[in-house]
């Protein structure tokens, strides 16, 4: 199959209410990257895949420039400041707090990584 017949996927990434600050910095090109635990469902992420962000009932969408996968928090560290994970956060504390937020990521994490990825 040549490039051009190659079908990039669709990535669905859902946001919770609680966290709509960080789906609208995305939706206004604030926050240029995101960050997934390195499941089954986005360990096949590649860059000019489109991704569908949710929160509620607004969604809209973007291109995947880049990816990167990540074995540790801290790993991820040596490359990205906590800001460009979370405009919010300016510590590696506030950001290994805010990775605990989310329902099982911990464990999540520590079995497949994280994927980080560059939106355009």
Sequence with gaps: MKNDQ????????????????????IKNNRKKFETRAATKRYKTMKPWDRVV???????????????????????????????????KLK??????????SFPAYKEKIKKCGLLVFELK
């Design 91 to 100: 510590t590696e504390k506030e950001l290994r707090a805010m990775y605990n």
């Design 6 to 25: 190659i079908q990039n996927k669709v990535f669905i990434l859902r946001f919770r209410r609680i966290n709509k600050d960080i789906f609208d910095a």
């Design 53 to 87: 962000l949710i929160c509620e009932r607004h969604k809209f969408n973007k291109l995947v420039k880049r990816v990167q996968l990540f074995p540790t928090i801290g790993a991820l560290l040596k490359h990205y400041k906590p800001s460009q994970i979370n405009p």
